[in-house]
């Protein structure tokens, strides 16, 4: 029979409870509010169940990792998310693998009275109900025993609390399950629902209206802030931090926490949960280079192979694998110690009995007319943006103070396990070593993913991002969002970068005080021969202004004149990312040419190298990938069109000329992909076809009719091309095609024969 002589030695995790076969024990609560085990002698068997069960007593076999633990810093994609979770928002992403499964979520909410209890979740829409931090120690009820009827009907099982409630469910069941996967958080302590109660009361009696919602952990004012938020049914709101706010006061005074607490039995580096977590104050210490935005992270302990598992598999996150003695040293002195009670922790209770809890604080923990000053005032700064150029200004101090500027190098992934190791040695073997890898895994179903894990075990400059199939566009996006470097860079999955790419264009973007740089590239085919690519580039060695880049590259740009090729730039961040320049997430080809025409509208200044540092690999996968999407690929050209003619026009470099030239070139893209249908032998129909459904399209029609208005110059060539399209000669311009094939054919041959001499 179970008995608690000391408190101490009870921390509430109801095991005892739960596993009584004569339901003999009650959970009761003492004059604090805290609940122990109250055993009903008459029901009693003695089977001594309730003592073998307990883990505070059996903690030293319980409490043990299956595997040394690994750790990861990390946050949530999604701003939404992240801004509602108290840090990171790892408990999110997690949930959503469960419930995917068609799994049952066991976390912490409040019920229709506010009062803070393990809920069960069986849909997304709910997850918002039990994520965030409640400074009070939840009622379990019949969770523990709900928990093993889903397990034993083979359903997957999250359980999240605190590492006793963990240790107690583990405890309970009395044998490992498959399909349960356990989080707990490094727990400051737990005050008890008595003084929960009395600060809602006090609450809604000064507001004069009932609390409808509460946020322990609100980022309103910034993660590091801490602010308690209140909603009420008036509709009025209350922000208060640790400064001010009772319960956050009491809670961080080491005053109100269960006895337990101060002695806690599962103070330890190992934990027997899959996952550990606790909040992430000092990123930009844990990570080189990063900028601390005071929107949170997480710090993950993995402490089980199923957990390294899970963690593989979680879309939606971006993390850094990190060491696990400095992010304790820096941020989890509670992961192996328990805090010292506070002198007057027993006659604040007692007092809050008596005299209520505002004169209780003002009696112990005193909060002055200085704190209220300050408190006020940080929230006017907070409204007034003040903070965020503070934080801004000290970040460029920082910056300054630093030599080495960071480069994020930002990868797209699909199914790329043929090359991504290349790719991805090719960039951690620069010569230049403050870089970030940002690998945006879009949903691959081959190896990609498990290689690039691989490789960042062991360079945590490595970042993973997953996300289900969306396109390379949200998906380098999202990696822009998630990147910390000052300059960022763009690397594609099946090519390479030559070893000093990223020290020569550093270097010239540096120098030259520009705001892009770009450089040169090699074609490298299956046989291994490179060629050097130097056409359709910008003047080598000239700084293009504002004026210029507006009124000779943009248009020069939009003729295709210029190739769109991304991995051929270094830009600054900055400018990106305050510009808000982006991909267009519904476009599902020549994103690139769209986003380069926003970053020309937005910068002042670029430069041409004439290095050759990025090696291009024209591979076979490649060309069929080509061949299937000709007809994708004239539907995108006609809606780019469409996207650009309106740019044109609301950002007022539309002229006439201009428009005419654009037209041009739209209608040549077009045409080169019936060259490349023509090349892999598709069927004419199915090319005349395509060519009268375009005519449908009127932006096509006109382009057709301005075209052989003849009002500007074209070649001879273009003209024959453009001349058959208009009066539906397909068969002159099929032959005019073929021809041009046969031409590009001996050409091309001679050329590797050339190469093949001079390499010999």
């Known amino acids: 029979m179970i008995e608690i002589k000391n408190k101490a030695e009870c921390s509430g995790c109801t095991a005892c409870k739960n596993i009584c076969p004569k339901n003999a024990i009650k959970m009761e609560e003492d004059v604090e509010g805290f609940k122990y085990p109250s055993i009903n002698k008459e029901k009693c068997i003695e089977c001594n169940l309730c003592e073998k069960v307990c883990p505070v007593k059996k903690n030293k076999n319980i409490n043990k990792s299956e595997i040394n633990p690994i750790a990861y810093t990390m946050r949530v994609n999604d701003n939404n998310i992240l801004l509602n979770s108290t840090s990171g928002g790892f408990f999110t992403p997690l949930s959503k693998y469960v419930l995917e499964k068609n799994g049952i979520v066991f976390g912490v909410g409040y019920d229709e009275k506010l009062k803070v209890i393990h809920k069960k979740i069986d849909k997304n829409e709910k997850i918002k109900d039990v994520i965030g931090s409640k400074y009070v120690q939840s009622e379990l009820g019949e969770a523990l025993q709900e928990v093993k009827r889903y397990l034993n009907e083979d359903r997957i099982v999250l359980f999240s609390g605190t590492p006793c409630q963990v240790a107690g469910l583990k405890s309970f069941l009395g044998k490992d399950y498959k399909n349960l996967i356990t989080l707990d958080l490094v727990c400051h302590g737990t005050p008890s629902p008595k003084l929960w109660k009395d600060y809602i009361s006090f609450q809604e009696k000064k507001y004069k209206s009932k609390v409808k919602s509460a946020f322990f952990r609100n980022k309103t004012y910034g993660y590091h802030s801490g602010t308690m938020k209140l909603i009420f049914e008036n509709g009025k709101e209350y922000y208060g931090s640790a400064r001010i706010d009772f319960m956050l006061k009491s809670f961080f005074s080491e005053i109100c926490s269960r006895p337990s607490c101060y002695k806690c039995a599962f103070k330890t580096r190992t934990h027997c949960s899959d996952f550990t977590v606790f909040d992430s104050w000092n990123i930009d210490k844990i990570v080189e280079g990063m900028k601390d935005d005071d929107k949170g992270y997480t710090n993950v302990l993995i402490n089980s192979n199923k957990g390294i598992q899970i963690f593989n598999e979680l879309q939606g996150i971006t993390k850094y694998k990190v060491d696990i003695n400095k992010i304790i040293q820096l941020d989890g002195s509670m992961v192996e110690n328990s805090k010292k009670p506070n002198k ?45 150029y503070l934080n801004k200004i000290k970040r460029k101090i920082k910056k300054w103070g630093k030599m080495e500027k960071k480069i994020s190098i930002i990868i797209p992934v699909y199914n790329a396990e043929k090359f991504i190791k290349r790719c991805l040695l090719s960039a951690i073997n620069q010569t230049y070593k403050n870089l970030e890898i940002i690998c945006i895994d879009d949903g691959s179903n081959d190896d990609s993913s498990n290689i690039i894990e691989e490789l960042a075990q062991k360079d945590n400059r490595i970042v993973l991002i997953r996300q289900n199939n969306q396109g390379v566009s949200i998906a380098r ?105 982006k991909f267009i997430p519904n476009i599902k080809m020549m994103q690139d040419k769209l986003f380069y025409i926003k970053l020309l509208q937005n910068i002042n200044s670029i430069y041409q190298i004439d290095n050759c ?31 650009l003619k309106q740019d044109m026009v609301e950002n007022n470099y539309f002229t006439e000329k201009l428009y005419f030239e654009m037209q041009k070139a739209t209608l040549l893209h077009i045409i080169s992909q019936v060259e490349t249908a023509i090349e892999y032998k ?37 003209k024959l091309l453009l001349k058959a399209v208009y009066k539906k000669k397909y068969d002159r311009l099929f032959w005019y095609l073929k021809l041009k094939l046969s031409i590009k054919k001996i050409r091309n041959g001679f050329v590797e024969n050339v190469r093949r001499k001079k390499t010999k």
């Open 344 to 388: 007057y922790r027993n006659q604040f209770y007692q007092s809050l009995n008596k005299i209520g809890i505002k004169k209780t604080i003002n009696k112990y923990l005193k909060i002055t007319t200085k704190d209220y000053i300050i408190e006020k005032s940080k929230i006017l700064l907070y409204k007034l943006n003040v903070i965020y």
């Open 477 to 581: 996006n999202n990696a822009i969002e998630n990147s910390t470097g000052d300059y960022i860079m763009f690397l594609d999955s099946d090519d390479y970068m030559e070893k000093n790419m990223c020290e020569i264009m550093l270097k010239a973007i540096n120098e030259l005080k520009v705001d892009v740089v770009r450089c040169n590239y090699k074609r490298v085919y299956e046989n291994g021969i490179k060629f050097n690519n130097k056409y359709n580039n910008l003047q080598v060695g000239y700084k293009f202004n504002k004026k210029e880049i507006i009124g000779e590259i943009l248009p020069e740009f939009i003729k295709g004149n210029i190739r769109s090729y991304l991995w051929l730039l270094i830009i600054k961040a900055e400018i990106i990312k305050e510009k808000d320049i």
């Open 613 to 643: 540092c990025y090696n291009y690999f024209c591979n076979s996968n490649s060309t069929i990938q080509s061949k299937e999407k000709v007809f994708l690929r004239i539907d995108a050209i006609l809606k780019v069109f469409d996207i």
């Open 682 to 718: 598709y069927s004419k129909k199915l090319l005349i076809n395509k060519l009268n459904e375009c005519r449908r399209n009127e932006n096509y029609s006109n382009m057709l009719i301005i075209l052989n208005k003849k009002k500007y110059n074209i070649n001879i060539w273009d």
